[in-house]
Every structure is written in structure tokens, then in C-alpha cells.
């Protein structure tokens, strides 16, 4: 069944408020769901602490009274959908149609993201007399960690004016 709604959109500026509406269609669904089924497991199920959860490779299916069934992957929520804790061990998908709610849970691991050395990956200027002050303009200072992720750095390091002066060694 359809029914026809409206949505007002409204902007206010200086004082003054504008409205207009656009007329909406929603299809009514008459069906009760009775569960979900992952029908394939997305590719990746292992995670580093500070990743968001791919459902790549993910198909959910959705299964009503009388047998209907439908792919509602696209329609699926994931919580977590940001891994913050390494220990987190599965992913629960849900699909809600008509206020009912189905869910499943993916098993995952997680391990911890942390830093394994730092990079300098541009160099600033190298060659100084004594007395010169270091400049670190145009360096690059990168974090590697053991996931693979790269991070810059460099404003981190140098965020007030640095100040050394060079001495001879």
C-alpha cells in the first residue's frame, strides 16, 4: 500500500523563515519478518584497533512468513562499525522491517594498532653554520604502525618555533 506524505524543508536568515514542501510516496509493507541469514561472509574478518568494519563481500538475506526472501545487505546496520577495542569479538549485523528486528553476529579478531618507529620521509634542510637555527620546514615525519597505516606526523612534532642552535660536534 502506498500512502502520500509530504516534507516540509524550512531556511531561516536574518531573521526570516522560508518553507517549502515536496510530496513524498512510502510503500507500506504488509510482510513479517522472521529472520536473517548470511548467506556469505565479508572477505575481511580481521582488524586493527582504529579500522571501520567492511562489509565487502557481505550478502544478508532476509526471510518473511510465507517464505518470501530477499537480499537486504544494503540495508543492514553494523555495530561496532568502528573497531576502537582490540576486544572486540564480532560485528552484530541487523535488518528491522515493520519494527521488527533480526539480527546475526560476525566473528572477528582484532589486534591492536601501535606505532613501530617513525619515518623521516622529507628532509628539511641539512647543511647549517654554528649558531644557525634548525628550520624544519619542508621535513616530513611519518608514524608507521603494524597494520600498514602511515600517519603524518610532522605537525605534531612542530608545533611551536624551534629554537635550537646549531653547535659543532
Known amino acids: 500500500a ?10 531561516s536568515e536574518n531573521g526570516v523563515t522560508k518553507t517549502t514542501q515536496i510530496a513524498i510516496s512510502v510503500e507500506t509493507s504488509t510482510r513479517t519478518l522472521v529472520g536473517i541469514e548470511l548467506q556469505s561472509q565479508p572477505t575481511k574478518l580481521a582488524y586493527y584497533t582504529g579500522e571501520y568494519f ?13 517464505g518470501e526472501t530477499q537480499n537486504v545487505t544494503e540495508y543492514c546496520s553494523f555495530e561496532p562499525s568502528y573497531i576502537e577495542n582490540a576486544d572486540t569479538t564480532q560485528v552484530v549485523v541487523s535488518y528491522s522491517e515493520n ?13 591492536e594498532s601501535v606505532i613501530e618507529n617513525i619515518e623521516i620521509v622529507e ?3 641539512t647543511d647549517y653554520f654554528v649558531g ?8 616530513k615525519v611519518v ?19 624551534c629554537n635550537k642552535e646549531m653547535e659543532s660536534n
Do not use: W
Open 2 to 11: 502506498l500512502t502520500d506524505n509530504k516534507i516540509t524543508i524550512s531556511y
Open 54 to 66: 567492511n562489509p565487502e563481500g557481505l550478502t544478508v538475506i532476509a526471510t518473511f512468513v510465507g
Open 99 to 111: 519494527e521488527i528486528v533480526a539480527t546475526q553476529n560476525i566473528p572477528i579478531t582484532v589486534t
Open 123 to 125: 628532509l628539511p634542510k
Open 132 to 139: 644557525q637555527t634548525f628550520d624544519p620546514t619542508d621535513m
Open 143 to 161: 608514524a608507521n604502525y603494524n597494520s600498514g597505516k602511515q600517519v603524518d606526523i610532522t605537525s605534531d612534532l612542530f608545533r611551536y618555533p
